[in-house]
């Protein structure tokens, strides 16, 4: 049972990109969320989705940043025209309800330059 | 004041020492995790409580609800120890599952 799969580990964009960042949850897993660390700090929550739906986007900022888990494949979080500031690691962590352990991929980390 | 606080934020020991790692929080909760990060590398999950205690191979994690505090310790402590280890915790009136983290407690084993 492979573990949670994000893919890319590492992304360099340029300013203005879109970046596009993917989550496979565990099998059997139906819930996903996403979390940044930015630099220095501590992780924070951004998104919470069960499939085809977002449940709780309270910790994503208004603009450019976007999510799917779509009924087939794996979740997305999308981030368009990227500025500096974007910068920094975002995990992915899926649970097979809210009240059970979340296992967590790899990161994805994004580089703005 | 954030709702997760972890002390100490650095901490340096021996290999072979009994280590103590601190989390409190002020808010209710439903579950307390505690998770490992290596530099540049994922995160992975040691334990989640919601009461008493929890022991995996040279880790203990300990609840006390009442206090609203958790410890994690580590038993002869190995350079391979080295990492962050993040405090998150579920809110109670939460029906996510959204976790709040500490700041994170950076460890380093010295040989």
């Known amino acids: 049972n492979a573990g949670v799969m994000q893919n890319p580990r590492h992304l360099v964009r340029r300013r203005g990109q879109e970046a596009r960042l993917r989550c496979s949850p565990m099998?059997?897993?139906?819930?996903v969320y996403w979390y940044r660390q930015l630099p220095e700090e501590g992780l924070k929550f951004m998104v919470y989705?069960?499939?085809?739906?977002?449940?709780?986007e309270s910790g994503m900022p208004k603009e450019r940043f976007s999510a799917e888990f779509p009924k087939e494949g794996p979740s997305i979080l999308r981030i368009q025209q990227v500025v500096r500031g974007d910068s920094a690691a975002y995990f992915c962590?899926?649970?097979?309800?809210?009240?059970?352990?979340?296992?967590f991929g790899q990161g994805t980390r994004l580089t703005v330059v | 004041k954030n709702e997760v606080e972890q002390s100490p934020q650095n901490l340096t020991a021996q290999e072979g020492e009994f280590i103590t790692i601190n989390c409190s929080y002020s808010?209710?909760?439903?579950?307390l995790h505690w998770l490992q990060q290596h530099p540049g590398g994922g995160i992975v999950s040691l334990f989640m409580?919601?009461?008493g205690k929890k022991k995996h191979g040279r880790l203990i994690a300990t609840i006390n609800i009442q206090e609203k505090h958790s410890s994690l310790h580590i038993t002869a402590s190995h350079p391979r120890d080295s990492a962050v280890y993040i405090c998150?915790?579920?809110?109670?009136?939460?029906?996510?599952?959204?976790?709040?983290f500490g700041q994170g407690t950076t460890l380093q084993v010295k040989p």
């Open positions: 962590a899926s649970s097979q309800q809210t009240n059970t352990e979340a296992f």
């Open positions: 998150a915790v579920r809110l109670k009136v939460s029906n996510t599952g959204k976790l709040i």
């Open positions: 808010v209710g909760i439903s579950a």
């Open positions: 099998k059997g897993h139906s819930h």
């Open positions: 409580l919601s009461s």
């Open positions: 989705l069960q499939k085809e739906n977002i449940i709780d």
